[in-house]
């Protein structure tokens, strides 16, 4: 790939030079140059990512919290840098307020369970959005339907924005928590968070942003927001699989019991009673995913190294091109066309079926996502059976996009 510098946005990056530190991207699919779209799903990973597992698994694997050997202090060192890059990351007020978990889907399990044990009575209510992750639906279904709670889902325009009149009415005395996305993943919609956060505030509501698709992609504050609790992946911010993070404020998450029981998260244990271990071990039961942990920070790095400011810029650049090039194959729809939208291009071609589409555009070594990206009531809203996203990450390029246009029109010849 030739060197592209982007210069029509402020500051300019060398893209040639951080695609060169992904191995992947220069492989090829089916004979072509790999055209890797499907970021929304995973990132790829960087070799300093990859060096620091293959640096783990050489010389200093051992289990973390427990031991007093040289290994396990290492190890539990690394691990524990991994939260402070994070706290520093996200701008946590303290490190005992980052949770390892295994990915977003655990952290809003964690938190829908622990914190509808502590905070929910039968008859409050949830808010949710109609454009959210079935991994931020379920666990508060199960939720309410354990504690008598009701769930309720703020409704979305055409163009795949909130309806905030209609989040106000919504809102009320009896509303504990709000969760919703801060970046739909099958939309690209950027939700208008701190004034969702500040009118929850005023009823008495705490807020859960879903950040998995906005980590990677937008700076997140957290005390800028005062938000109550966040998640993410880290696997969708060019870390490891395996591993994310629930954020919480330290006074909350001290109100709340644990999730789940075993070693590191308890200070005593009898037959008759267990006392439990202060934050944040008390979510941490258990040998958790050490090495993932460890290269999360390597992954906060290679972030950091390129600037999340940055990343949005290059980013946003490539994602109005691609929504400009779109635009002129025939038969196209774009399924999200919010005025703020980040890192996902989602749409359908008249008279073709998107999975028809994707699996020609494999064939030209182009990986898009086809199908409901995990949000069936979206794709229900829309009248479709799902969609083909693009999404992007720091190492497209408009070349990339280019070949994207190329094959889709080349797919849609085939198919009509
Ligand atoms: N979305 C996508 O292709 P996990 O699987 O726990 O890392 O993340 C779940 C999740 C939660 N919320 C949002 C907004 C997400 O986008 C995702 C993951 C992937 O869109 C895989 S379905």
Not at 174 to 201: F, Q, R
Not at 270 to 282: D, R, S, V
Not at 348 to 376: F, N, S, W
Request: hydrophobic share 40%.
């Amino acid at each position: 790939m030739s060197s592209v510098v982007v210069s029509n946005y402020a500051g300019s990056l060398d893209i040639a030079a951080i695609r060169a530190a992904f191995p992947i991207l220069s492989t090829t699919v089916n004979g072509k140059p790999l055209v890797y779209l499907d970021n929304g799903a995973t990132t790829q990973k960087p070799q300093r990512v990859i060096d620091t597992i293959n640096e783990y698994y050489t010389r200093h694997n051992s289990n973390i919290h427990r031991g007093v050997h040289f290994l396990s202090q290492y190890a539990t060192d690394a691990y524990e840098v991994t939260r402070k890059k994070i706290q520093r990351f996200i701008n946590a007020k303290h490190d005992h307020e980052i949770i390892f978990t295994k990915g977003t889907t655990d952290g809003i399990n964690l938190l829908a369970y622990s914190f509808g044990k502590s905070s929910i009575q039968p008859g409050d209510e949830i808010l949710i959005s109609a454009m959210e992750h079935h991994s931020n639906i379920v666990p508060w279904q199960i939720m309410c339907e354990d504690r008598g709670a009701v769930l309720r889902v703020i409704p979305m325009n055409e163009k795949g924005e909130l309806i905030m009149e209609e989040f106000y009415k919504l809102l009320n005395s009896k509303t504990k928590m709000v969760a919703i996305t801060y970046i739909s993943n099958s939309l690209g919609t950027v939700n208008p968070v701190k004034e969702i956060i500040d009118a929850a505030h005023q009823k008495g509501a705490k807020v859960m942003l879903d950040a998995a698709q906005a980590i990677h992609h937008i700076a997140v504050d957290v005390q800028k927001l005062e938000v109550d609790f966040l998640v993410f992946s880290s696997h969708k911010m060019y870390g490891p699989t395996g591993v994310g993070i629930l954020y919480g404020k330290e006074e909350l998450l001290n109100a709340m019991p644990p999730y789940q029981g075993g070693g590191d998260m308890i200070k005593t244990v009898t037959f008759e009673k267990t006392t439990y271990n202060e934050l944040p071990f008390k979510f941490e039961a258990g040998t958790p995913n050490i090495e993932a942990g460890i290269c999360l920070g390597a992954a906060v790095d290679f972030i950091e190294s390129i600037g999340i400011d940055h990343i949005a810029a290059y980013e946003e650049y490539l994602l109005n091109y691609a929504t400009e090039q779109i635009k002129q194959i025939q038969g196209v729809r774009i399924i999200g066309e919010a005025a703020h939208k980040s890192g996902v291009l989602s749409f359908v071609i008249d008279g073709t079926h998107p999975y028809d589409v994707g699996v020609l555009l494999d064939k030209m070594g182009i990986a898009v996502r086809t199908g409901h990206h995990c949000t069936e009531p979206v794709m229900n809203f829309f009248k479709v059976p799902g969609t083909i996203r693009a999404s992007f990450a720091i190492y497209n390029t408009k070349e990339e996009v280019d070949a994207l246009i190329a094959g889709l029109k080349k797919a849609v010849m085939m198919l009509l």
